[in-house]
């Protein structure tokens, strides 16, 4: 029987909920039970495929295509268990659903309403697909008192009522701010918001509270007598000097011991914290450094590449280094006067990300060209890739090759896809059609020539998997060209007309892949791309 934890958050955003339900799994995980985490979002979009990564970061995308939040990411780096369709569940898709079954009938004629089809909708969304499990951990996301978000409250007390006894806990993420003209903390806001979520039928169980000092036994006393709550179910969450020190801080805290006697699990097996011992220990004892820089689009906002950072201090890990990230906006490099060498000399690899749209893709070459010039350990990602294949065509002399997703061109490199095959068969997709899902999503096989650099990288495998994210493919009937310049087509799609990984045998490390590896890194298993990568830059940080 799989028990459910319900995770809110109140007083502000952004308080670390996704973080905070991620190392709980681990916690439980790392005492022998079997976790699955889902994330419930309020917003109306179907999913966050369309939306920008400056309003809600990166897309994550899992094993069988979906575009979900970036705290799936969290949740798969944290427990190594991968996230699925049935994993993130938005109001629009709940919507769409509902819509969909009244259009046909069948509803029977029923007024169709917010209870109790909407919240049914939901409670069968947390329910699915758990019966091996020993624990499903259910975010909400949002804010106690956002309009939009009612409906999955509302689902949750139902759940809660409806629920075996000790089969359902709850645990509120709050604040607990410091006001520094006082020189003390702030219970109150922590008191109000236990106070909205309880008119709402939801007394929590546990409260997570976040602070950036110390949370004295007297305030936790305080707040646990004004909250209904013991005072050893007042967690204290400081901010962590790194993200993997987070669940190693959590259970000294005696989150998971509390979490479990809400349960009346008082027999529960010790944990086997040592996985995270040596990640902590790989990440604040490192015996070296290197400096990457990531020249992006978006590097505005770094959530856009979060998967990206964390797989980057994987491959840190893996080599036991500390990686330096140096972002650098792709339209700096396009401008009359841009001094590239001065940038990008100082860097020992060169890493150029995924990304839609023109901006910034001549900045990309560039970045591209210079990697191979000065031969400085490069990694292509998705556009990245895309970019070193353009470059290739215009050295082979195609001086005007371009991608399609640019505009019109009389060589184009890149071009839209709109058919390809799957494990499902053939795909199609319409060039004017809907954007939102159409992409090639979830994950793909790719064959990889034997005698291959990115093969050694993948241990000797000429057979691989990985997670796509993209509308544009590179262009097959340029590739005797591109080879003409030293780039190798390293790795194909099984039927052989999609690239999937190129590569320069007579560099140091160029690799492009139309794959995105960031998404399948973890702390305790870096994805051996990054690893390969770091240990390319931290080579040449002894050579500059």
């Not at 052989?496 to 794959?515: A, N, S």
């Amino acid at each position: 029987m799989a028990r459910y934890i319900f995770i809110t958050g109140g007083v502000v955003s952004s308080l670390g909920k996704g973080l905070m339900a991620a190392s709980l799994a681990a916690l439980l995980q790392a005492r022998g039970y079997k976790v699955r985490i889902r994330k419930f979002d309020p917003y109306l979009n179907v999913d966050p495929g369309t939306m920008s990564p400056y309003q809600h970061g990166e897309v994550y995308v899992t094993d069988d295509g979906a575009e979900t939040d970036l705290d799936l990411g969290h949740y798969e780096r944290f427990t190594g268990v991968s996230a699925r369709q049935s994993d993130n569940v938005t109001s629009g898709r709940v919507y769409q659903d509902i819509i969909a079954r009244e259009r046909r009938g069948d509803y029977l004629g029923a007024t169709v309403q917010v209870i109790p089809h909407v919240t049914d909708e939901i409670k069968a969304f947390a329910l699915a697909d758990t019966d091996d499990l020993d624990f499903v951990l259910c975010e909400i996301g949002g804010t106690v008192g956002d309009i939009e978000s009612l409906p999955f409250m509302e689902a949750i007390r139902q759940l809660r009522n409806e629920l075996e006894p000790f089969q359902t806990l709850s645990v509120h993420v709050t604040l607990v701010p410091y006001i520094a003209a006082a020189g003390e903390l702030k219970t109150k806001p922590t008191q109000h918001s236990v106070r909205e979520l309880a008119a709402l039928g939801i007394k929590p169980d546990v409260l997570l509270c976040r602070s950036e000092h110390e949370i004295p036994d007297g305030e936790r006393r305080k707040i646990a007598q004004f909250c209904n709550v013991r005072p050893e179910s007042v967690i204290p969450a400081l901010d962590a000097p790194s993200i993997y020190s987070v669940p190693l801080q959590y259970h000294e805290a005696g989150l998971d011991s509390e979490v479990l006697r809400g349960f009346g699990i008082t027999d529960a097996p010790k944990p086997d914290l040592s996985r995270w011992d040596d990640v902590t220990d790989r990440y604040f004892n490192p015996e070296g450094e290197v400096t990457i820089g990531v020249v992006g689009k978006y590097v505005g906002l770094q959530d856009a590449y979060k998967s990206l950072n964390e797989a980057l201090v994987h491959g840190g890990l893996a080599n036991r280094v500390k990686v330096n990230i140096e972002w650098i906006d792709a339209e700096v490099f396009e401008q009359d006067d841009a001094d590239i060498a001065a940038q990008l000399e100082p860097l020992h690899g060169i890493l150029v990300p995924g990304g839609f749209g023109e901006r910034g893709s001549e900045g990309k070459i560039a970045s591209v060209r210079f990697a191979r010039e000065r031969n400085v350990p490069f990694f292509g990602i998705c556009l990245g890739m895309q970019m070193a294949c353009v470059e290739a065509a215009r050295l082979a002399g195609h001086e005007s090759a371009s991608s399609t997703e640019f505009g019109d061109t009389d060589e184009p490199v890149v071009g839209i896809i709109t058919e390809w095959m799957s494990e499902e068969g053939l795909q199609e997709r319409e060039a004017g059609g809907d954007l939102g899902g159409t992409m090639r999503l979830g994950a793909y096989d790719a064959k990889l020539a034997a005698n291959s650099h990115i093969s050694t990288i993948y241990g000797g495998a000429t057979q691989i998997s990985e997670r796509h994210r993209h509308r544009y493919e590179v262009n097959g009937a340029y590739r005797e060209a591109m080879e003409g310049t030293g780039l190798m087509f390293a790795g194909m799609s099984p039927d052989g007309l999609l690239p999937e990984t190129v590569e320069r045998p007579d560099h140091p490390w160029f690799v492009g892949v139309q794959f995105h590896p960031e998404l399948k890194s973890r702390p305790f298993e870096p994805h051996p791309l990054f690893d390969g990568f770091i240990s390319a830059a931290l080579r040449q940080s002894r050579l500059v």
